[in-house]
DNA sequence: CATGAATGAGCGTTCATTCAT
DNA sequence: AATGAATGAACGCTCATTCAT
């Protein structure tokens, strides 16, 4: 869902550099969900990892490139989340489903991880990560209209602008670890289920069958 | 859909200091709106009122209480734009559809001020203006729980969570200014019928009619 | 032997900011000229000024500025030490001895403001200081220049190079305030007169008069 | 022109040690003269050198040594290369004009080595340095005050204070690199010319012969 | 009522130096 | 002999807030 920053001159670090860097970016996650972006300073970050502030430009030399490697972290780790279970998609509507309870149990196992994206999302973030982060955005929401698009193709999807759709799927995703944070966790799941309902629904036009 | 603020002193008040802080207020709306929140310090809101900063600090004592007025003030225009048209509604999914193209259209005549709620709302902002926000946004997605309860009661809404539903419609109600400022102003009005089709399918399960 | 930062937007400062710009200016003189440029922080300025860090930034905005009326001040002070005694010129000779005296006289007189052009001239300082320094100097040469052509040509200097000879009297007169420190106050006309004979020798190629 | 530094423990060092010491001095005077003193960080010196940054402290044990060797560096090949060519002295003008011209000379060959000193001659440089080069300059102050006065005693050279004609003198010299560098090559032996017919003419007082 | 000068804490970043490996 | 990870103080600058006028 992010673009891979490959060309980027990152070539080969020591074990125990890219174990610091681990444990910074897992610091930075945590300060940011657990205090906000803008609370989020090298200071308060390198005394969640207790480390010195000055050990954090070392390993990445401003606090832009951190951002990116914090983003890359939670990206990848959901990548991986929603690239679908073993069993094969029945449909486009199974498909649309999987897409929304995969993100959403995402966000319920790792709360932390997903609430970085929206504060960070939301903030005064430097510009070039404002604009990465809209490169990322923009990629993932283009495969989704043509998924979308290739759904009303097949006549399993009703008539309607996937670019509208896509907007307030992604909107109500995104929105998700919000929502969850009130909600115990044994309700997650039927968190999940009935808002994959809601947006199957919509995109057929139909009582969604389950 | 904000709770009054009843049980502040804010009691009687000179014309001449209302009209100060009307003055402060939309210069803070216009200065959060171009800017940014992170921006929003009080020398720049002075100087877009043409005004002393040492003034904004007389007249509302903190910035959360300023930040307060904000909101109500965007609020208050809101609430007053969402109270719905002349024609009787002719049903709860003509409700709901009102209820979306009301609040795009608001977002469309008034960008900037819908701007800023997005713009505070992911912001770091103190405490209490968090939490009072929280329970304006509680109000309102309570009466809309409370709407579609009884639209399901009525038999014209599909048997859903409406918590969840709250949650997804309001998520993609507050993204609609962003998605809106990347669209030419003609395309507004098809955003906003598509987009109350979209959640008017979701509700009935029907493909909408119009 | 500055250029006139005219068209810059000073405009109208009241009583008080003049007054404190002033002493801010004066402050950093002093802790330039006696601790060093490097040694020149906010913080230390500020201190010399009985002020806090931050009232620097209020008043000068950026480092940069502070530098500028720094060097402006001190240029000024020295421009108008230079231009000249009542008495006429007897000559080029006169002329080129007076400008070295009047020179050196005012390092004696003026030692801290003196270092600190020295100090500023050779330190980091921010690269649109540097071009604006080069540019004054670069105008004081020029002035030499056409002074020193036109000794020759009316025949009263020898014939050299005058951008070597140029190149060379700055450069004495610039290590001036360091070479001056090492002497009694009551040696310092002499140091001039000395300074002023070796100049007058090395333009006419005869043995000064006086 | 600098004191020997004898007193130190350098003693007994292997061979390969020697290697590594100048190969970081040839580094850090690279690094002053490209990038300019206060560019001139352990990091980066270490980089030019392909070295790490522990490694120089391991060899110099702290930067005021590391530039102590620079300057010694740089001053012995000044030294050597200022002690004149293998035809005799004609006289005092002749002493003082090849004095000057290889000055001149040497900084047009190493301009690299010779913006070194002056670099670290305005900067921000530990104290036991800044007395270190006091004191090396002084040495070769004196030296120059017995030539000239020597040169007086025998009526070649006119009636001055030494000190003063050697303050100028060296001045000159001392900012010799920097206009070398506004001019190009082919035009340096004229400006080496020039620079040692101005202090000739200003040290007899006659036009200088050639 | 209104000004704007003043404060002081906090920000991201750089640096010489230390030290475990 | 050499590495490079780590430290902590200092830097210029921004900010909400205070207060004398």
Redesign the pocket.
């Known amino acids: 869902m992010q673009p891979v920053d490959s060309g980027d001159e990152e070539a080969k670090r020591?074990f125990?550099?890219e174990a610091?860097r681990g444990q910074i970016v897992r610091a930075a996650v945590e300060t940011i969900a657990e205090e906000g972006y803008a609370?989020?300073?090298?200071?308060?970050i390198?005394a969640r990892a207790?480390?010195?502030?000055?050990?954090?430009?070392?390993?990445f030399?401003?606090?832009?490139r951190?951002l990116r490697q914090v983003l890359e972290y939670v990206d990848a780790r959901l990548d991986r989340a929603m690239e679908g279970g073993p069993e094969p998609l029945t449909g486009f509507e199974d498909g649309l489903r999987r897409i929304v309870t995969g993100h959403v149990m995402h966000c319920s196992l790792h709360p932390r991880e997903m609430a970085v994206r929206q504060e960070i999302g939301g903030a005064d973030v430097p510009a070039p990560v404002r604009e990465w982060i809209a490169r990322g955005e923009e990629a993932g929401r283009a495969e989704m209209v043509g998924f979308l698009t290739e759904g009303q193709g097949h006549g399993e999807f009703r008539t309607f602008d996937p670019e509208v759709f896509t907007d307030a799927l992604f909107a109500a995703l995104n929105h998700a670890p919000a929502r969850l944070r009130r909600r115990p966790p044994e309700e997650h799941e039927d968190y999940a289920r009935e808002l994959a309902r809601l947006f199957a629904a919509a995109a057929t036009g139909r009582e969604p069958s389950d």
Chains 1, 2, 3, 4 share one sequence.
């Open positions: 020591s125990i550099e610091r609370r989020a300073s090298f200071v308060r390198a207790s480390v010195s502030p000055g050990l954090i430009t070392y390993h030399k401003t606090k832009e951190l």
